[in-house]
């Protein structure tokens, strides 16, 4: 696996957990329209599941949701303490700014007043020394 490969598994999981948030959202008001019968009804359109069924459902799909946050919590803390191995500060800086906050390179060479030519170099250079500060995740 490639370093940028190994940092984009944060967006990655990110995403993941916007589409089931997402999902709990359209599943809360199919819910709610349901629930406004009678508990016991089966509704025609839903396939035949009434309110408790579609709360299971939503119950099921929001533990999911808890789980994947917790995988992506522990997921940043490692990729933190990796990055701190970095030793130069505008790599880690770099690191951070593009895998943990989700930023363009242009936005990141706006935002700290560098040239992007300067900015995607130095994204190259910060994956290298990335790699070989962290050998227990890139054996080749």
């Known amino acids: ?64 949701v808890t789980d994947k946050v917790d995988e992506l919590i522990v997921l940043k803390q490692r990729i933190i303490s990796q990055i701190d191995r970095v030793e130069n500060p505008l790599y880690r800086l770099i690191l951070v700014s593009r895998y943990l906050r989700d930023m363009r390179l242009g936005e990141i060479a706006a935002r700290y007043n560098y040239n992007y030519g300067y900015i995607k170099n130095a994204h190259g250079n910060a994956l290298l020394e990335f790699k070989a500060k962290n050998p227990e995740v890139f054996h080749d």
Request: hydrophobic share 35%.
């Open 1 to 64: 696996m490639r370093p940028k490969d190994y940092l984009s598994q944060v967006r990655h999981i990110d995403n993941e957990i916007d589409s089931k948030i997402k999902l709990l959202e359209d599943l809360r008001a199919r819910a709610m329209s349901i629930g406004s019968l009678e508990v016991k009804d089966k509704v025609q359109s839903s396939g035949g599941l009434d309110f408790s069924d579609w709360m299971d459902r939503y119950v099921d799909l929001q533990k999911e």
